[in-house]
């Protein structure tokens, strides 16, 4: 079962990663290490949230706004994250997560 938290109702939230809560609120600034190939920032490869590391696995949706470019990934802890590129000002927001059970295996995504 997958549930979405709806950051627009729900601000902080809270989240557990390493048996510690952490309190997140969004948008939140991250630092995100992205391919460019064609063209800057093509995609995420990795993105640091609260000092940790997570590598993005799956790329499992994009789409692209007048000044942003979204990324919906599903990171190494098993969580989907969507993330926020604004191209003009370059900088990396995380928007939502989608906190899920045992997602690194299913074949639908």
């Not at 991250?30 to 590391?53: C, H, M, T, W």
């Amino acid at each position: 079962m997958i549930t979405e938290i709806d950051t627009n109702r729900i601000n902080p939230i809270f989240l557990f990663r390493n048996s510690e809560l952490n309190k997140i609120s969004f948008p939140q600034k991250i630092e995100v290490n992205a391919y460019s190939g064609y063209k800057a920032n093509e995609r995420p490869i990795s993105f640091i949230l609260e000092d940790q590391k997570f590598e993005v696995h799956r790329i499992i949706d994009r789409w692209y706004g007048e000044e942003n470019d979204y990324f919906k990934v599903l990171a190494d802890d098993g969580k989907i994250y969507q993330l926020r590129w604004h191209r003009t000002m370059d900088v990396w927001s995380l928007e939502k997560i989608v906190v899920s059970g045992n997602i690194m295996n299913d074949p639908m995504l």
